[in-house]
């Protein structure tokens, strides 16, 4: 499996809500990443975790919490979130291991009303 | 930290011709970079890359060249044809970690 499935497709919340992102892989790497690309932009990094332990945090709001229950699954928790926070949110992985490679997801258009 | 710039922002070819993106970058201990490309509404997908201790890389109609000592590498594409239209970005890494820093990007439009 040579893939990085991603769930839901879209989804619309409102502000009150809270969701989750959940992102998936089944190549055996060890690197997972979320990623917000918004409209005619580059994706900006948001969290990576390297060997199931989170490594970097981009200084991203507290409104958005990662969690990576196992090195196959990466999740991303959202609540109160704001409209501009709509957007297209991407996992990607990588082997972990001096290969930096990264393969991405089909992404989850989010929409916060 | 690491400085990224793509050109152009745009660039518009005719079906046939060669279409040619470069990108320049200011940590000298960079080691990997790669081309992603993106079609509208579709995720970043890895076209190419190259590593550090190697100039040149080809693959079909697509190649990479790095330039260690002036900070650039470009992307060539050849033969350019309709489905080469999308949006392309460089994504330098820094030696530090596994973080990419990634240019802007460049709009590829392949006009028949």
């Known amino acids: 499996d040579t893939e990085v499935t991603q769930t839901p497709k879209h989804l619309v919340m409102g502000m009150t809500n809270k969701k989750s992102l959940k992102c998936e892989q089944h190549?055996?790497?060890?690197?997972m990443y979320w990623y917000k690309q918004k409209a005619k932009k580059p994706p900006e990094l948001m969290f990576v975790?390297?060997?199931?332990?989170?490594?970097i945090n981009e200084s991203v709001p507290s409104r958005f919490s990662p969690e990576c229950p196992n090195s196959s699954l990466l999740n991303l928790h959202l609540h109160a979130l704001q409209p501009e926070d709509s957007a297209l949110y991407l996992c990607?992985?990588?082997?972990?291991?001096?290969?930096?490679?990264?393969?991405f997801g089909p992404g989850t258009r989010l929409t916060v009303t | 930290g690491e400085n990224v710039e793509q050109h152009p922002s745009t660039l518009s070819v005719q079906e046939g011709d060669s279409a040619v993106i470069k990108c320049t970058y200011s940590?000298?201990?960079?080691?990997?970079f790669p081309w992603y490309k993106q079609e509208l509404g579709k995720r970043p997908q890895l076209i190419i890359d190259?590593?550090?201790n190697v100039g040149e890389k080809k693959d079909q109609r697509i190649a990479v060249t790095l330039n260690k000592t002036a900070k650039h590498f470009s992307l060539h594409i050849t033969e350019t044809q309709p489905e080469d239209s999308a949006v392309y970005f460089c994504?330098?890494?820094?030696?530090?970690?596994?973080?990419?820093?990634w240019g802007a990007g460049t709009k590829l439009i392949i006009k028949p």
């Open positions: 990607a992985s990588s082997q972990g291991d001096g290969s930096y490679e990264q393969y």
């Open positions: 190549m055996g790497h060890r690197a």
């Open positions: 975790y390297s060997y199931e332990k989170l490594s």
């Open positions: 940590d000298s201990a960079s080691n990997y």
């Open positions: 190259i590593r550090s």
């Open positions: 994504a330098p890494k820094p030696d530090s970690n596994y973080q990419l820093i």
